[in-house]
């Protein structure tokens, strides 16, 4: 059974202060995603990676950074937190490489409510 | 315009009505088409995944494409009150630029009421 699994449920920041957010998964998946999710705007993707140290900006990159130093664990980190990056974060993992990556399931974490005032 | 355009709801039934659930796109790279299930506080599960216009059941739902229109739907019969959640349908690109992308509706939220 896949698990994919991030470090907090709810979380508390501070304008400016910097944001580790972790997930980890546990299915050897090659690939792995952060989105942020808002009303009314679906999820957006903010970074993948498709292998080790490997990055990939999204669609809204803009204030953020990832880390993925191993395959089983993908950082989203918020350099200086912002009130416009509230939100629901949700991290995700998938199998598969070259063409056959259009042939998994996705699988999401629980996400991560984060709250900056 | 966004790729993928899903009716923001929100929707309220009666428990044992069919619902119906869509969404548009725009873009003819999109070959695979799902419908995700999100209860309130949790992440998304998949519930459909289908690459072929046409129907495809599978007990109470069925999901349903049509390439030609760019247009997907999700049919729920005899819904229940444990139907109430966020549902998304998402689209993968597998062609381009984006090949292996994701792209998500904003989701609606059902409610189903005893």
């Known amino acids: 059974d896949v698990k994919v699994t991030q470090s907090s449920r709810y979380l508390v920041k501070r304008t400016g202060e910097k944001v580790f957010l972790e997930c980890v998964q546990d299915m050897d998946h090659e690939n792995m995603f952060w989105y942020r999710q808002d009303p009314g705007l679906g999820l957006r993707l903010i970074y993948f990676?498709?292998?080790?140290?490997?990055?990939e900006k999204g669609d809204i990159p803009e204030g953020y950074s990832v880390s993925r130093e191993k395959k089983e664990r993908f950082s989203l980190i918020l350099e200086s937190a912002s009130t416009n990056q509230t939100s629901m974060y949700l991290c995700?993992?998938?199998?598969?490489?070259?063409?056959?990556?259009?042939?998994?399931?996705?699988?999401f974490g629980p996400g991560t409510r984060l709250t900056v005032t | 315009q966004k790729e993928v355009e899903q009716d923001p709801g929100p929707l309220s039934v009666p428990e044992g009505a069919i619902v119906s659930l869509n969404c548009t796109y725009s873009n003819s790279a999109f070959q695979y088409f799902m419908w995700y299930r999100q209860y309130s506080r949790k992440g998304p599960e998949l519930l459909m995944y289908?690459?072929?216009?046409g129907n495809k059941e599978d007990g109470r739902f069925t999901a349903q494409v049509d390439k030609s229109s760019k247009y997907i739907s999700l049919f729920i019969r005899d819904s229940q009150p444990s139907d109430s959640a966020t549902y998304l349908c998402?689209?993968?690109?597998?062609?381009?630029?984006?090949?292996?992308?994701?792209?998500f509706g904003q989701g609606t939220i059902l409610t189903v009421h005893p």
């Open positions: 995700a993992s998938r199998s598969g490489t070259g063409s056959q990556l259009v042939r998994y399931e996705q699988y």
């Open positions: 289908t690459y072929s216009s």
């Open positions: 990676s498709y292998d080790v140290k490997m990055k």
């Open positions: 998402a689209i993968l690109a597998a062609g381009g630029t984006s090949y292996g992308k994701l792209t």
